[in-house]
């Protein structure tokens, strides 16, 4: 039996469609991998990874100073992960998927930052306090620099891990009702 002229389009799209995700995949798997090898190496995100840090600050300067300061990373953290709840609500699986890895890659510089606690090497917007090593020698955890960070580039490969393994099976299996499945 013959599929009608116009299914044969929309199979024709979904091809595409899954070919250009699994490219796009490939190519977030390579530069997460160097990405995740050197994290301290600048990257495309970097600039707005930063000025999403910088806002992180402001906006949680209400809620006193040391709030204050660890805002610049929990923004960092919690701005791509609000796309990745917005994309999951929309049942759009890949689109979780790229912006989960971007949570990933936030980790990756965060670690490197926590690791700069003790020498305090890293340049610095406006020359100001370092972050890390605020936060860390008031917890009296700045002899844990080095292991927290391990332990944060840890969590953003397992998250790497779970956004590659996320954009691959909406992408090859994708649930019924998402955009992906219809087309």
């Known amino acids: 039996m013959r599929q009608p002229p116009l299914a044969r389009l929309w199979s024709m799209h979904d091809r595409t469609q899954r070919i250009a995700r699994l490219s796009f995949l490939a190519i977030l798997a390579i530069y997460g991998v160097l990405c995740l090898r050197t994290p301290d190496a600048g990257r495309l995100l970097d600039g707005v990874d930063l000025a999403i840090h910088e806002t992180g600050h402001l906006v949680f300067a209400p809620f006193g100073q040391t709030i204050m300061v660890l805002g610049g990373t929990l923004l960092q953290l919690i701005f791509p992960a609000l796309f990745v709840a917005c994309f999951v609500r929309n049942r759009d699986g890949f689109a979780a998927a790229v912006c989960l ?36 020698y008031n917890a009296g955890w700045m002899m844990q620099d080095q292991a927290l960070a391990r332990a944060i580039h840890g969590v953003g490969v397992a998250i790497f891990l779970a956004a590659l393994w996320i954009g691959w099976r909406s992408t090859v299996d994708p649930p019924r009702g998402s955009p992906a499945a219809s087309g």
């Open 101 to 136: 890895w971007w949570v990933a890659q936030n980790c990756w510089n965060i670690s490197v930052y926590v690791a700069d606690a003790r020498a305090q090497e890293l340049p610095l917007v406006g020359g100001g306090e370092h972050d890390w090593a605020y936060l860390l």
